[in-house]
T-cell receptor
């Protein structure tokens, strides 16, 4: 199964940018990179996804390395409401529809 | 669109009892997924349905677990003869084949505690 590696925890000051890294050295050519976040006592929430090019949406930006073996989720201005566990997932596009979650990165935002 | 809903949100039961959870997916989503999440871990896949057909099951889904989606709408997950190791958050998600990459949308989960 495709695997991702993330730091267990990170801290950021409020209003500052946050860069959350993810390594996925076993990624195959058709795997998409998805990011979800999970707030306390809630289910995971979709954040962003990409294949090869960098992506932006209203929540975040996703920067994907040229060799696709790593990616970085960028929160441009962290707020206290961004404190959550962030999961990087490789979305396999054939044979299965399941997500394989790692242990994620717990982001703490300091006021 | 009211999102994925799950019922109950919390369940406390005694070891050996049976429990059943319900998931209502987003309307017209044809795929429905069940995951289990223990403390400090990411969600683990259990099973998924395409309409009423159960197409994939994890080996985590022991014979005490059964899931159904009888009419291709809501789904139930039953655990028979519960054990303390079944204590976890049970998450349901749904997706639509009409949406690019079939992004999964998760419900709030049912937290199970087995005493």
């Amino acid at each position: 199964d495709a695997k991702t590696t993330q730091p267990n925890s990170m801290e950021s000051n409020e209003e500052e940018p946050v860069h959350l890294p993810c390594n996925h050295s076993t990624i195959s050519g058709t795997d998409y990179i998805h990011w979800y976040r999970q707030l306390p006592s809630q289910g995971p929430e979709y954040v962003i996804h990409g294949l090869t090019s960098n992506v932006n949406n209203r929540m975040a930006s996703l920067a994907i390395a040229e060799d696709r073996k790593s990616s970085t989720l960028i929160l441009h201005r962290a707020t206290l409401r961004d404190a959550a566990v962030y999961y990087c997932i490789l979305r396999v596009t054939s044979g299965t529809y399941k997500y394989i979650f790692g242990t994620g990165t717990r982001l703490k935002v300091l006021a | 669109d009211t999102g994925v809903s799950q019922d109950p949100r919390h369940k406390i039961t005694k070891r050996g009892q049976n429990v059943t959870f319900r998931c209502d997916p987003i309307s017209e989503h044809n795929r429905l997924y069940w995951y289990r999440q223990t403390l400090g871990q990411g969600p683990e896949f259990l099973t998924y349905f395409q309409n009423e057909a159960q197409l994939e099951k994890s080996r985590l889904l022991s014979d005490r677990f059964s899931a159904e989606r009888p009419k291709g709408s809501f789904s139930t997950l039953e655990i028979q003869r519960t054990e303390q190791g079944d204590s976890a958050m049970y998450l349901c998600a749904s997706s639509s084949r009409l949406e690019a990459l079939e992004t999964q949308y998760f419900g709030p989960g049912t937290r199970l505690l087995v005493l």
